[in-house]
């Protein structure tokens, strides 16, 4: 049957002690509500209703490229009254599925299993056995069949010893759900209107109730505050770990760990802690990723090194490059095979080509670089006159001194040299040699200057 889903995210999250709507907070990178609207378009549904109330314009410009009906909640009346909110969306013959907004880590074969158990029920509830169910709803039962489900503050004192409890995700039939929402009443501790209440509108009408449960609790495990959401954010990356793991890469500590995006990877790769991974990023076969390194959208080739406290953002690495370490690639850069880069180097909208080396201290922005060049330590790539920007091109074989600042737009031809210290403003010829710096004067009998 087709089944539309209804996304509960209305609340303000007070105890988020956040500007920023609870369900915004992210988890790997991505809202934590995002995360929910993507696992629901992996299983099929018709559409999407999110109920939404506190933070609306950040919420709709956060979620702007999702197909959503939008269904304003103005008023925080309880579960209950943020449903009827989607009802002019439902249709009689479909199933609504109900999520919460804050629960993450939900897995797409949890829901499908849910609403597998509904074709054989009215009504079917996602569950779950805690150890201590404090301050969640009890899940009431006569035999095997769930009669209703008893908030914490309206429980009794027996029906707090239940360790079986809701996670305020449900599925049942259109046209069922509609009529018991209109039935609901805010006869209760809260004076709010409990969703819970329709399993005991269910129940009284001799209806079919089945629970399912997920595979682990911290599937359904909410986020209400910045504790839980760590808890949460290390539970969803030590998952990302045992994928990545089981796909060829070792881990050094696969608690020290972060991908907040998609990661594709080869064989024989080892990432060493404190490793953030974010956006689309590859990595070849054999590569070695160093410690507390970031890579951002970029491509990371076979065999390449990439050393210790370094960033690669929007970059291709290629074949056994080495980077690093404390080197930072930027939009635009490109090393071709074999090529390094080394500590405090800096490269921007620049090709670093087959075997060239820029080992210490440099900075090399909107520049080609032929095959087999070498850069001296500090050598500038002086690109920008504060207005436009400039390109620099250095030819094969070329050798550029320490210390050497080449003013673009530069032309090195293959083979050149150009002397340590040199500001260059002119082109040089394939096999020149340049040096442009004030001549050195040797001064004698110099006092050097003493406190007073």
């Known amino acids: ?69 939008w269904c304003l909640q103005a008023e925080q009346l309880g579960t209950g009254h943020a449903v009827q909110q989607a009802v002019p969306n ?42 201590d169910p404090t301050g969640m709803g009890r899940i009431i039962r006569e035999g095997d069949q769930v009669t209703a489900i008893v908030e914490h503050k309206d429980a009794t004192e027996q029906q707090q010893q239940i360790n079986e409890i809701n996670t305020g995700m449900m599925i049942m039939s259109g046209k069922d759900l509609k009529r018991w929402l209109g039935n609901l009443n805010s006869n209760n501790a809260q004076g709010e209107f409990y969703l819970t209440d329709v399993i005991a509108m269910a129940a009284a009408e001799g209806k079919t109730i089945k629970a399912s449960h997920p595979s682990s609790a911290i599937e359904v495990e909410g986020i209400n505050n910045r504790m839980q959401l760590a808890k949460i954010e290390r539970a969803f990356q030590f998952e990302q770990a045992q994928i990545v793991m089981a796909q060829g890469v070792s881990l050094n500590d696969p608690h020290r760990f972060d991908l907040r995006g998609e990661l594709s990877v080869g064989q024989d790769i080892n990432i060493d802690v404190n490793v953030v991974i974010k956006g689309n990023v590859s990595i070849g076969s054999n590569a070695q990723i160093g410690p507390n390194c970031i890579l951002i959208d970029c491509n990371i080739a076979e065999g390449a090194v990439i050393e210790a406290n370094s960033i690669v953002e929007q970059a291709d690495v290629g074949e056994n490059c080495s980077v690093g370490p404390f080197a930072r690639l930027r939009s635009g850069a490109v090393m071709h095979q074999n090529a390094k880069v080394g500590n405090f180097v800096e490269m921007k909208k620049t090709i670093l080509g087959k075997g060239s080396k820029a080992n210490h201290l440099t900075y090399l922005g909107d520049t080609v670089v032929g095959e087999g060049a070498n850069i001296g330590a500090g050598t500038i790539t002086c690109n920008y006159d504060g207005v ?20 673009a737009p530069a032309s090195i031809g293959k083979n050149a040299t150009v002397g340590a210290g040199s500001i260059i403003t002119k082109s040089i010829e394939d096999g020149e040699l340049a040096i442009a710096r004030a001549k050195q004067r040797n001064i004698g009998g110099w006092e050097r200057p003493t406190k007073k």
């Open 1 to 69: 049957m087709a089944f539309s889903v209804v996304i509960l995210a209305a609340g303000k999250g007070t105890r988020m002690k956040s500007s920023l709507p609870k369900v915004l907070h992210p988890i790997g990178g991505k809202p934590m509500v995002q995360r929910i609207i993507d696992t629901v378009n992996t299983i099929g549904a018709r559409s999407i209703n999110l109920i939404y109330g506190h933070g609306a314009e950040q919420l709709q410009s956060a979620l702007q490229h999702n197909s959503l009906n």
């Open 90 to 131: 439902i249709e009689d013959n479909e199933d609504v599925l109900i999520l919460v907004g804050d629960a993450p880590l939900i897995k797409p074969s949890t829901l499908e299993q849910l609403i597998a158990i509904k074709q054989n029920a009215d009504l079917a509830l996602l569950t779950v056995h805690l150890d």
């Open 388 to 407: 436009n920007k400039f390109k620099t091109e250095i030819g094969d074989g070329a050798f550029i001194g320490s210390n050497s600042s080449l003013v």
